[in-house]
């Protein structure tokens, strides 16, 4: 069964900077694409970041690029999310998914499991 477990969420003031980390347990991770989408109150999951299963392709949101930074540690099994200058708009709910295959990809569909997410908050 697949797991996967995000951590280092948290609040920080605008300007400053959080990583997020996604555990993947249950698949070979190496061979899956991974991404990381977020959810605001009363708005749909958007996508953040995706990368591919060798991390050489990589996506971003608009809103996020030259600020957030994805990447991956095949052998530790990990994705990781690093968000700086943040804003308070990027307060929402984060959650790491694998895709189905070994691509990135900004479409949600692509994704099949998803983690339980990790609240940031990011105040003005």
């Known amino acids: 069964q697949v797991q996967l477990v995000e951590s280092g969420g948290g609040s920080v003031q605008a300007g400053g900077s959080l990583t997020l980390s996604c555990a993947a347990s249950g698949r070979t991770f190496s061979s899956y694409g991974m991404g990381w989408f977020r959810q605001a109150p009363g708005k749909e999951r958007e996508f953040v970041a995706g990368i591919s299963w060798r991390g050489s392709n990589l996506y971003y949101a608009d809103s996020v690029k030259g600020r957030f930074t994805i990447s991956r540690d095949n052998a530790k099994n990990t994705a990781y999310l690093q968000m700086n200058s943040l804003k308070p708009e990027d307060t929402a709910v984060y959650y790491c998914?694998?895709?189905?295959?070994?691509?990135?990809?900004?479409?949600?569909?692509?994704?099949?499991?998803w983690g339980q997410g990790t609240q940031v908050t990011v105040s003005s």
């Open positions: 998914a694998t895709n189905k295959g070994r691509w990135a990809s900004i479409r949600i569909y692509e994704y099949d499991y």
